[in-house]
């Protein structure tokens, strides 16, 4: 696609308001593209009983535009050529990545390795020895520049094949300890990071940054972790993507180990060396055949067979009997689909309408509510 108009406007929707990747994919998709949809988004508001949402100003881009510029970065947009397949395939990816060093390594198979901030010196040689194994092996690393097991695994690929998801801008090194490590991946391997340059991370990047870990990579290695930790909700969201869930057995004395045996119990792999991490995802179909192309952006949601009159039946008795459905509480998609009696691509184009409005809002695992 490359930065032409088409892309400003990409990101300039990318950038509005109200605007998610779910909404995002499925503005594209109905209107074919982003000027389009910039255009049709007030109207949408409106059916759905709120205000307008502010719009990104054209000058806020261009500004964001030469800040990566100026940072040596450049723009990947979900629908070019060399956007991961696999990460393409989430329900919720990414519309638009920064990207700074060596983009080619996206063509190689992944493993994600994650893991305790505070791990012991066992895990983090281990993460490393394994990490250097694999890549070895001509997989890539991906993690998420924590400290502990992340740095290890980052350590055990650098100069070979590492790739690094920051939570907040490329610009921004977080943890600051970390800041020569995260220079050495943009140079030497490939930093990626959602957010635009100069956003400090918060609390509510870190499961976006996870999403995307476990989206790029065919399988994630969870090597130590609590019972509570955002390690284990990027083995959830790898397991929800249909990707391997990996983890290194520990002693259960070691509350670090806690959480790595409960995924084995309750079902992940237990993996002991690089052989088995290769076995393990030496059969997974990576449907590299299937790369997406800018015409072809996926979704869940698929507009395609609204017509004229299905538009003005949305706005009848259908909403009527949609509306009630929902609370401040979450519920699946599909739900409403069933108690509703309306088709899908109805529910979804009542759904959007109403979060553009901002009256919704939307969860995990494709369930949605009102806004509180």
């Not at 261009?62 to 329900?91: Q, T």
């Amino acid at each position: 696609m490359g930065e032409s108009q088409e892309a400003f406007d990409r990101l300039r929707l990318i950038r509005s308001e109200n605007i998610g990747p779910v909404t995002y994919q499925q503005l594209i998709r109905r209107y074919g593209s982003a000027a389009r949809a910039l255009e049709a988004i007030p109207d949408l508001a409106a059916r759905g009983g709120g205000r307008s949402p502010r719009i990104a100003d054209e000058k806020q881009i261009i500004s964001e535009m030469k800040a990566v510029h100026k940072l040596g970065a450049r723009f990947l947009f979900l629908g070019d050529a060399a956007y991961p397949a696999l990460l393409a395939e989430l329900g919720n990816p990414p519309p638009a990545l920064i990207w700074r060093g060596r983009l080619e390594l996206l063509e190689r198979p992944t493993v994600a390795m994650v893991g305790a901030r505070n791990a012991s010196a066992a895990a983090c040689r281990f993460a490393r020895d394994l990490a250097n194994s694999l890549v070895e092996a001509g997989v890539a690393i991906v993690s998420g520049l924590a400290k502990g097991v992340d740095t290890a695994a980052h350590q055990g690929s650098l100069g070979k094949a590492t790739i690094g998801v920051i939570a907040g801008g490329l610009d921004i090194f977080y943890p600051p300890e970390n800041m020569d490590l995260q220079r050495s991946i943009a140079e030497h391997g490939l930093l990626l990071a959602e957010q635009p340059p100069g956003t400090e991370p918060r609390v509510r990047h870190f499961p976006y940054r996870n999403r995307i870990i476990a989206g790029l990579a065919r399988g994630t290695v969870v090597v130590e972790a609590a019972p509570r930790s955002g390690s284990l909700i990027t083995a959830r969201l790898a397991a929800e993507s249909g990707r391997q869930v990996m983890a290194i057995p520990g002693s259960p004395l070691d509350p670090r180990s806690r959480g790595c045996n409960m995924l084995i119990r309750d079902g992940a792999n237990l993996v002991q060396s690089a052989d088995d991490v290769l076995e393990l995802i030496h059969h997974f179909d990576d449907r590299a055949e299937s790369a997406i192309r800018s015409d072809e952006i996926p979704s869940n949601c698929k507009f395609s067979d609204i017509g004229k009159s299905d538009l003005a039946d949305v706005h009848g008795a259908d909403r009527t009997s949609l509306l009630p459905l929902l609370s401040v509480t979450p519920v699946a998609v599909d739900e409403l689909v069933r108690q509703s009696g309306m088709s899908p691509s109805l529910v979804q184009l009542a759904l959007l309408e109403l979060e553009l409005a901002g009256r919704l809002a939307r969860h995990a695992g494709a369930r949605v509510s009102l806004s509180s």
